[in-house]
């Protein structure tokens, strides 16, 4: 999946300096073949997922691309379902949709909300943008038409070399990297172990969202199964329906999850839609992929 639709107006669009705005509207999405050797003791089966990075004038959104492509086939599936049903009633998988943990960066404000879930109910996390200590290096390299600069840096218990470009101003990059003068678009650590492999990069182009549940329907009234189908991809700006938490508070409701799955499944049998989201839902708060002893995050050496 190759991507490399880019030209030097989008570098100009991205060089403009703005004061900070919430909400902030994409200019590019960038690309990433995202891998995760969740065992190091099985390297041949690693997590992979497709991820995408959408880059404003002063904030990013780092998601799930596979996600986001997900929810526009389950919303078109569901637009002809309602169109052809003579009741009304709709019976789509959305398995794998939405479900997804969200990372928007806000560089100028060094400010992190971090988008996850509990059951179907969204939270919001807000914290300080992650300092990195980062070596900038001479060497140079091109990926897709973008010419990038080498750099090395320590973070969460892994030494990550990453490529950034000076062309797209915004210190964002994928997940929680952040801080150098440049969108970082291709990063793994040492051991290889947690790969962002730039897969390309396209202009943005705006588009209108038609609400699905209909004109006039109050956020409360939306069926949870649709919840998230009229957000604009456009558009940089965190959940407003979410609930505020710290990360203290929501690690510890995720913990009490994992250690009552009793509790966790009559949860979900209570969600309407459940049928269809209950898996993925229950994968993610029991710590994402199988087997996952290796996770992105580790613990400092003391």
Same mark, same amino acid.
């Given at each position: 999946m190759k991507r490399f639709i880019f030209s030097s107006a989008v570098l100009?669009?991205? =060089?403009?300096? @703005?004061?900070?705005?919430h909400p902030d509207t994409a200019r590019v999405l960038v690309h990433y073949r995202?891998?995760?050797?969740?065992?190091? =003791?099985?390297? @041949?089966?690693?997590?992979?997922?497709?991820?995408?990075l959408l880059v404003g004038k002063t904030a990013s959104v780092y998601k799930s691309y596979d996600g986001m492509v997900s929810d526009e086939q389950f919303r078109k599936?569901?637009?002809?379902a309602t169109a052809a049903g003579p009741d009304g009633r709709v019976m789509i998988d959305r398995s794998g949709a939405s479900m997804h943990?969200?990372?928007?960066l806000y560089p100028n404000e060094q400010k992190l909300l971090t988008k996850d879930y509990i059951l179907a109910s969204e939270y919001l996390i807000e914290g300080p943008m992650p300092a990195i200590d980062w070596k900038i290096s001479g060497d140079t390299a091109t990926f897709g038409g973008l010419h990038c600069q080498k750099a090395t840096g320590h973070f969460k218990g892994r030494d990550y070399i990453v490529w950034f470009c000076p062309d797209l101003t915004v210190r964002t990059g994928p997940w929680k990297l952040n801080g150098l003068p440049g969108v970082i678009i291709d990063a793994h650590d040492t051991k290889k172990e947690v790969i962002f492999q730039f897969d390309g990069i396209e202009k943005v182009v705006f588009a209108e969202v038609k609400p699905i549940a209909g004109p006039g329907v109050a956020e409360k009234d939306v069926p949870p199964i649709l919840r998230g189908l009229d957000d604009n991809p456009n558009i940089i700006a965190p959940p407003v329906r979410a609930i505020k938490a710290t990360q203290k508070d929501f690690d510890k409701l995720k913990a009490g999850m994992q250690k009552n799955p009793n509790a966790l499944s009559q949860g979900m049998a209570a969600v309407d839609g459940a049928n269809t989201q209950g898996d993925h839902v229950i994968?993610?708060?029991?710590g994402g992929p199988a087997q996952n002893v290796n996770p992105i995050e580790l613990p400092e050496k003391k």
């Open positions: 100009v669009l991205l =060089a403009l300096t @703005a004061k900070a705005q995202f891998t995760h050797v969740t065992n190091p =003791a099985d390297p @041949a089966h690693p997590y992979t997922e497709n991820m995408a599936a569901y637009v002809a943990t969200q990372y928007f994968k993610a708060i029991a």
